[in-house]
């Protein structure tokens, strides 16, 4: 299985961008997909998570500015990020899994970059 980041990018405080994840398999299989985010020198951090049929989930970091899709139909996630702030300048990893975390996967990551 392999996920395409696509989207990433510079831009200022305040602005927006969109992530988007392609999966070279159907999405369907997926228990799990979501979004993850590693700033340099820190730890690896879920950004946000949707399961097949279920409630979203946020960091508390980005509640209320971003939002998880996702298109079964499509084989894609995607993550739309509003009001950007600085701290959110990181690598973000596109992630799934099966059968519960038994398998997981990973793109390569996107680089964001938030700053004036």
């Known amino acids: 299985v392999e996920l395409v980041e696509s989207g990433g990018g510079w831009v200022q405080p305040g602005g927006s961008l969109r992530l988007s994840c392609a999966a070279s398999r159907s999405a369907f299989v997926f228990n799990l997909m979501g979004w993850y985010r590693q700033a340099p020198g820190k730890q690896r951090e879920l950004v946000a998570s949707v399961p097949n049929g279920g409630p979203t989930n946020y960091a508390d970091s980005v509640k209320g500015r971003f939002t998880i899709s996702r298109d079964n139909a499509k084989n894609t996630v995607s993550l739309q990020m509003n009001s950007l702030k600085p701290e959110d300048t990181a690598v973000y990893y596109c992630?799934?899994?099966?059968?519960?975390?038994?398998?997981?996967?990973w793109g390569r990551g996107a680089q964001v970059t938030v700053s004036s």
């Open positions: 992630h799934a899994e099966r059968f519960n975390g038994r398998y997981t996967y």
